[in-house]
């Protein structure tokens, strides 16, 4: 049973920045590349950043440059630092993990309850 807690939105003006966390725990293993996800009012969910086991990083294109990703393998928890935030990131953020191909394509069946980030003009 997998088992995610997403934490740390919240409403920031633009240009701001915030950190979220993760915490992972059931059959999601630190050998696992884990991924954060959002998705806004209307759209489908999108991979914005995801970062293997031995630290590989890889961004869409719509937050390289001001998103980070990172982990902390003995804590089980994946951290998304975001900064210069937009009104158009705006939306729940999720997190999960697995294998590469999965965590890429989201093909997964259980989720966490996400975490709510509002940027405003």
């Known amino acids: 049973q997998v088992q995610l807690v997403e934490s740390g939105g919240g409403v920031v003006q633009a240009g701001g920045s915030l950190r979220l966390s993760c915490a992972a725990s059931g059959r999601i293993f630190s050998t696992d590349t884990m991924g954060w996800y959002r998705q806004a009012p209307g759209k489908q969910r999108e991979l914005v950043a995801r970062i293997t086991s031995g630290g590989t990083t890889n961004y869409a294109d719509s937050v390289k440059g001001r998103f980070t990703i990172s982990r902390d393998n003995a804590k089980n928890t994946v951290y998304l630092q975001m900064n210069s935030l937009k009104p158009e990131d705006t939306a729940v953020y999720y997190c999960?993990?697995?294998?590469?191909?999965?965590?890429?394509?989201?093909?997964?069946?259980?989720w966490g309850q996400g975490t709510q980030v509002t940027v405003s003009s």
């Open positions: 999960n993990g697995g294998q590469l191909i999965r965590v890429v394509i989201g093909d997964f069946d259980s």
